[in-house]
Nanobody, 125 residues
Framework: QVQLVESGGGLVQPGGSLRLSCTAS????????IGWFRQAPGKVRAGVLC????????YYLNSAKGRFTVSGDKANNTVYLQMNSLKSEDTAIYYC??????????????????WGQGTQVTVAS
């Protein structure tokens, strides 16, 4: 059974950091591009970044550049989203998703095949 599970969300103060995890089962995560999305209350689900398997197939929302980074743990079939210098506007439910590649449509939720259930990130003092 193909499944993605996010974890690591929580409450953090502005300027703080969080590391989200996206763990896959039923398939090998390293073979796919990983997209991270977020959905704030009353807003549509929006792409934050996508990291593909080939050089150049990576895309970042401008507000995520320099603050958010992705790393992988092949042994645990897990990808991490490290978020630094968090701001109140980063508050949202965060989702990971997979597709064969990022590409032109990386920021479109409809592009992706599999999704996790989401994890809440709240940035507040």
């Amino acid at each position: 059974q193909v499944q993605l599970v996010e974890s690591g969300g929580g409450l953090v103060q502005p300027g703080g950091s969080l590391r989200l995890s996206c763990t896959a089962s039923g398939f090998t995560l390293d073979y796919y591009a990983i997209g991270w999305f977020r959905q704030a209350p009353g807003k549509v689900r929006a792409g934050v970044l996508c990291v593909g398997r080939s050089d150049g197939d990576s895309y970042y929302l401008n507000s995520a550049k320099g603050r958010f980074t992705v790393s992988g743990d092949k042994a645990n079939n897990t990808v991490y989203l490290q978020m630094n210098s968090l701001k109140s506007e980063d508050t949202a439910i965060y989702y990971c998703a997979t597709k064969a590649q990022c590409g032109t449509y990386w920021a479109s939720a409809a592009w992706y095949d599999y999704w996790g259930q989401g994890t809440q990130v709240t940035v507040a003092s």
